[in-house]
Antibody, heavy 121, light 107 residues
Framework: EVQLLESGGGLVQPGGFLRLSCAAS????????MTWVRQAPGKGLEWVSG????????FYTDSVKGRFTISRDNSKNTLYLQMNSLRAEDTAVYYC??????????????WGQGALVTVSS | EIVLTQSPATLSLSPGKRATLSCRAS??????VAWYQQKPGQAPRLLIY???NRATGIPARFSGSGSGTDFTLTISSLEPEDFAVYYC?????????FGQGTRLEIK
């Protein structure tokens, strides 16, 4: 059974930093691209960042470029999102999700339960 | 960035009725569209990928159609568990984008 378990969320002051982790199990982690999607309270889904299976390529939405860094450790089956210079508008539930096809980066077939990040003074 | 516009924002229907949800792209995205269902307090669930393919375990009452800029998610006969928020998503280009969602509520 595929499982994705996020951790590392919490309350942080504006300008602060946080690192989210996503522990994966139930599939060959190193063979699939991974992604982060966030959802502000009461709002819709927003794609944040993606990473290829090897970690060799990364992608970001414009609003987080230069502030967030996605990475992965295939030896630990873990995905990360380093978030720096956090702003109030980054407040959201952050989901990690798996791309559906090995070697393809289109759709998300499994999602974690989400980690809440609150940016407030 | 490709913008996806979903309509209507809210759809009120009774169980047993047919639901038709729309998603329009700001430029052609071929068939690079997926649909997700999200219930309160839950993560989204993949329903349809590549515009018309049902994901694993998704009931046959869910179907998708369209290509280019106009896409439709159809639920043929609404079950009580289908009342939720539905999002379309494109991957024709980076960045990946989602529509703003359609809330399907019980009438």
């Amino acid at each position: 059974e595929v499982q994705l378990l996020e951790s590392g969320g919490g309350l942080v002051q504006p300008g602060g930093f946080l690192r989210l982790s996503c522990a994966a199990s139930g599939f060959t982690f190193r063979s699939y691209g991974m992604t982060w999607v966030r959802q502000a309270p009461g709002k819709g889904l927003e794609w944040v960042s993606g990473i290829t299976d090897s970690g060799g390529s990364t992608f970001y939405t414009d609003s987080v470029k230069g502030r967030f860094t996605i990475s992965r450790d295939n030896s630990k089956n873990t995905l990360y999102l380093q978030m720096n210079s956090l702003r109030a508008e980054d407040t959201a539930v952050y989901y990690c999700a798996k791309f559906d096809v090995s070697g393809s980066y289109n759709y998300f077939d499994y999602w974690g339960q989400g980690a809440l990040v609150t940016v407030s003074s | 960035e490709i913008v996806l516009t979903q309509s209507p924002a809210t759809l009120s229907l009774s169980p047993g009725k047919r639901a038709t949800l729309s998603c329009r792209a700001s430029q052609s995205i071929s068939t690079y569209v997926a649909w997700y269902q999200q219930k309160p307090g839950q993560a989204p669930r993949l329903l349809i990928y590549e515009a018309s393919n049902r994901a694993t375990g998704i009931p046959a009452r869910f179907s998708g159609s369209g290509s280019g800029t106009d896409f439709t998610l159809t639920i043929s006969s609404l079950e009580p568990e289908d009342f939720a928020v539905y999002y379309c998503q494109q991957r024709r280009n980076w960045p990946i984008t989602f529509g703003q969602g359609t809330r399907l509520e019980i009438k």
